[in-house]
């Protein structure tokens, strides 16, 4: 006969089945011994079954109604779920041993399944509660897996970590464009060496490189070509001028197939990191609007990657944002020694802001940018509607607190630009929503309109009453007067005013002709008769 345990923990209830119980033996010493080494005691119980309880309520309620020894429908439903009905007249090949012998005998009256409980199932027991956590690994792995799961679709929807990546190799192809760009002009200096003096920038010295090949094949029929990739044609006969008497030494062909290979990976590097800078453009447009717009996209992504994401952004203090990437600076020994060398900006200090501001008032400025920023991503970070306008108003927030540093022109409250900035952003949503339902509700009015003609058209076929020809009247006397009297316009107001006098005369009398009507004459002959 094979024993099973019900245990019940705050998470569920479950059954687990005692296998080897006859090598141990019904001796509670030996169970004892069992219990505490958790190998030997794995071999001899194992989880078969397990129902979680909806709520930590619902637990509380299970937990009340088994000490007491109710049987409730969850347990019930779960009991005869896990076991196989015994047929009448057999006994079963199992039994279900508890803690509560209480409840055991209402769940063999309604189940019919055997119960016990002695010693040797309650130091069973007392061993699934002391390793319980190891038989739910499957629980807590279940737990892992959804809490990842939420954490990798949260990453998916901010899409913040596709910024954080795109700066670093950013990064990492600056650097490598600068030394390849250096490599290239040492390599390539030994043949032409003038070429440094007159071309400064890398991708176009790279450009150039590719180009000449061997400087003795360079004539003046090539001066437009070098002008369209240089864009000047001075520098193009300089070039050419500088190629004739270059004091270079010659090359193997070998080694100018080199350089050009060379040359040509600078250029395909130079040209993927202008293709990856939009790619951060657009993403930070999508991301944190408002701090592109009000920091730059480049200096926002390394605020991002520096915080870790956009949240963890979101959830600084303006302070810590003012000095994020100066963290070397703000720990070292110097700065403990001396306070006042404390770094008053880490990454903003690369913001235009700070660089056109004086030295006296970059640590005011940075302290106010910092604050700007911090509001800027906590906007971009929990706001459901992506806009610009907050990084717009912050902006000219900025540039007008430093023209306050600079010239003493006060600037607006703070109060008053993000009320602004409030009702342009309402505007612009209902500009969108006004543009997504106006060929509706144009269309509904129409058919409102058309319908509403007809039916007055059924509805009245009597002919026309003496509000009918009063408005006429009242339209064809306008038409009547003398055309001479609109030539100038004090006459045309004048007339204007006689016009509405005369319409409202004329409304009074309609109104003073519809009571002559017959009921109401029928009415005033019955007051009469009653007087």
């Known amino acids: 006969m094979s024993l099973y345990l019900l245990f019940e923990s705050a998470s569920g209830y479950s059954i687990f089945q005692a296998h080897g119980i006859d090598e141990i033996g019904q001796n509670t010493e030996a169970v004892r011994n069992s219990v505490l080494d958790l190998t030997r005691f794995g071999k001899v119980v194992k989880l078969v079954a397990f129902k979680p309880f909806a709520s930590a309520l619902d637990a509380l309620n299970q937990c009340n109604a088994v000490s007491e020894g109710i049987l409730t429908d969850e347990l019930r439903n779960f009991l005869e779920s896990s076991f196989p009905r015994t047929k009448e007249g057999k006994k079963a090949k199992y039994s279900l041993g508890l803690a ?11 189940t019919k399944i055997p119960c016990q409980s002695n010693e040797f199932v309650l130091e069973l027991l007392r061993g699934i509660r002391l390793h319980f956590d190891r038989f739910i690994d499957s629980l807590k792995l279940g737990l892992g897996h959804s809490y990842s799961r939420a954490k990798v679709k949260f990453n998916v929807n901010r899409v913040d970590n596709m910024v954080i990546q795109a700066i670093f190799l950013l990064d990492t192809l600056d650097k490598d464009i600068n030394s390849f760009s250096m490599r ?28 000449v090949e061997n400087k003795s094949n360079l004539t003046d029929e090539h001066i437009p070509a070098l002008a369209d990739i240089l864009g000047d044609d001075d520098k193009a006969k300089e070039v050419v001028e500088a190629a004739k008497a270059s004091m270079g030494q010659d090359l193997s062909p070998i080694d100018l197939i080199n350089v050009q290979q060379f040359a040509q990976r600078v250029m395909d590097l130079s040209e993927y ?22 920091i730059g996209e480049v200096v926002g992504a390394r605020l991002i990657s520096h915080a870790g994401s956009l949240s963890n952004l979101a959830k600084c203090p303006s302070s810590t944002l003012q000095i994020l990437g100066a ?44 604050n700007k920023c911090s509001i800027a991503s906590r906007i971009d970070c929990f706001s459901e509607s992506s806009t610009t306008v907050f990084g717009q108003k912050l902006r000219e927030q900025v540039e007008e607190r430093l023209d306050f540093y600079d010239k003493g022109v006060a600037p607006r409250k703070n109060v008053d630009v993000m009320k602004a900035a409030i009702e342009s952003a309402s505007n612009k949503e209902d500009d969108q929503m006004d543009v997504d339902e106006k060929p509706s509700d144009s269309a509904k009015k129409s058919k409102k309109k058309k319908k509403s003609k007809t039916e007055n058209n059924v509805a009245s076929p009597q002919p026309e009453t003496e509000k009918k020809k009063k408005k006429h009247k009242l339209s064809e006397e306008p038409e009547s007067e003398p055309a001479s009297a609109k030539t100038n316009g004090a006459d045309l107001e004048s007339e204007r005013k006689k016009k509405k006098k005369k319409q409202h005369e004329e409304a009074d009398g309609v109104k003073d002709v519809q009571p002559t009507s017959e009921k109401k004459k029928k009415k005033k002959s019955k007051s009469k008769d009653d007087e």
Do not use: C
């Open 100 to 110: 509560e012998p209480k409840i055991g005998s209402q769940i063999s009256e309604v």
């Open 184 to 211: 290239v002009r040492e390599w390539y200096s030994w043949h032409f060496p003038e070429l440094v003096k007159i071309v400064n920038d890398n991708y176009l010295y790279a450009k150039i490189a590719k180009f």
């Open 273 to 294: 990191r202008r293709k990856l800078y939009d790619y951060l453009v657009q993403k930070m447009n999508d991301i944190a609007p408002n701090l592109a717009t009000l």
């Open 327 to 370: 963290e070397k600076a703000l720990f070292s020994f110097q700065g403990f020694e001396n306070p006042w060398k404390y770094p008053k900006y880490g990454l903003i200090f690369h913001s235009s802001f700070i660089g056109r501001a004086s030295t006296r008032n970059k640590g005011r400025l940075a302290r106010y940018l910092a």
